[in-house]
């Protein structure tokens, strides 16, 4: 299998860049679209549907492949992947549910393949303003398809509108669902990890009271009072005008201990002031344990490419193609180490790679459960045997 990724600014560069690109020959199969939603989606896909190409695509919050870095603009990435390795599947919601979706992507990939792998990308948002339930989505895909199964992705993105994402194939898009490509791992290996780098502050704390995604009370105490006053930010919390998210909570989630002893991170996103809750990313059962944070210490870059190296020694060496989904809050975070740590796994495993900044992240940590991430850099690479 051969990779390629190619970028552009409008419809016009990718196409000169897809015509370039098959100049010597090289027929890609596959394409792995990640677009912003200010650029044309119909026009990039009829552009490569006149090529005969499949279509995986997903919009974006910022999107890159080897040493370019953008907004506004997008990356596809083609693979002359065997066709009889792989299906793309589409879910659109509406007035289904996102447990009736993911068990209809579960049983369509058992029964393409024995040992089915899958990139996923779901929406983030609606254009109603309802954000994706990523935590119901991991869950029931995991129950169906099966806990030592592999999938990664990411929640579509639109440029920090919060107008509306998109996943689309060649023909079909919604602002609710998902799209799976579904490859038969028995031909073509995935090994791949989620790697966050925010660190522990304090104590832990206990949620005791939550329904939902409402966060009411930590350690018996309100949960908004609590947060802000951590923060420093207790004069923020009359100002029902101040975008929290973007301002704070990309910066400060909180690390949640599960079950099994792992952690993951989950953010804020609002004030619901009617029920003097926080608005979390993802449901924080009563009883949960989790830490206040610190955003990564500048080593973070160094980590996440010393365990794909590590990773790489253990599994397949190079790869034929990477794809990376990072979340949105990583740049204003850590900056230019976010394409430090991109253009290092690209170095890596020594191929062709693409990726885009997400709303949300599935995938796992180094011999973790599959999860739902919130400010992670999850990383797949993919090797034809």
């Keep these: 299998m051969k990779a390629k990724s190619i970028k552009g600014k409008s419809t016009e560069q990718i196409k000169e860049a897809l015509e370039q690109s098959m100049d010597d020959g090289y027929q890609p199969t596959l394409a792995i679209v990640f677009i912003s939603i200010k650029q ?110 592999i999938f ?31 490859i038969d791992t028995d031909k073509v290996c995935l090994n791949g990890m989620a790697i966050t780098g925010w660190k522990p502050m304090g104590i832990s704390r206990k949620v005791t009271k939550s329904k939902g995604t409402l966060l009411y009370a930590i350690d018996d105490k309100p949960a908004i009072e ?47 002031h009617s029920e003097n809750a926080l608005v979390m990313d993802s449901e924080m059962k009563e009883g949960s344990e989790f830490w206040f944070t610190v955003p990564p210490d500048f080593d973070i870059a160094e980590e996440i490419i010393d365990q794909a190296k590590q990773l790489k020694d253990e599994t397949i060496g190079d790869a034929d193609a990477l794809l990376i989904f990072s979340c949105a809050g990583r740049p204003p975070v850590l900056g230019p180490l976010v394409t430090v740590e991109n253009n290092g796994l690209a170095e890596v495993w020594n191929t062709p790679m693409a990726g885009f900044f997400t709303y949300g992240e599935y995938g796992r940590a180094k011999n973790g459960k599959q999860e739902f991430h919130s400010g992670a850099c999850c990383w797949v690479a993919l090797k034809e045997k």
């Excluded at 990435?77 to 589409?90: A, G, M, P, V």
């Excluded at 009736?100 to 109603?128: R, Y």
């Design 226 to 272: 609590m947060y802000f006053k951590y923060l420093g930010q207790m004069e923020k919390l009359e100002d029902k005008d101040f975008n929290m998210f973007k301002e704070i909570s990309i910066h400060y989630p909180l690390i949640v201990k599960r079950e099994s002893g792992e952690t993951v991170l989950r953010s804020p996103m609002s004030i619901d």
């Design 40 to 149: 044309d989606r119909k026009a990039v896909c009829d552009i490569l549907n006149h090529e005969g190409i499949d279509i995986f695509g997903a919009t974006s919050c910022g999107e890159f492949i080897n040493g370019y870095q953008s907004e506004g603009e997008m990356v596809i990435l083609l693979l002359d992947i065997n066709r009889d390795n792989y299906t793309i599947l589409f879910e659109t919601i509406d007035d289904s549910t996102i447990e009736v979706a993911a068990t209809k992507v579960a049983q369509a990939a058992l029964e393409k393949f024995d040992n089915p792998s899958l990139l996923v990308c779901s929406t983030g948002i609606t254009t109603k303003g309802k954000y994706f339930d990523g935590e119901t989505f991991v869950r029931n895909l995991e129950n169906r398809i099966g806990s030592d199964k």
């Design 152 to 182: 990664f992705g990411g929640m579509a993105g639109d440029d920090w509108t919060f107008l509306g994402t998109y996943v689309f194939n060649n023909h079909q898009e919604t602002d609710f669902g998902m799209v799976a490509l579904v």
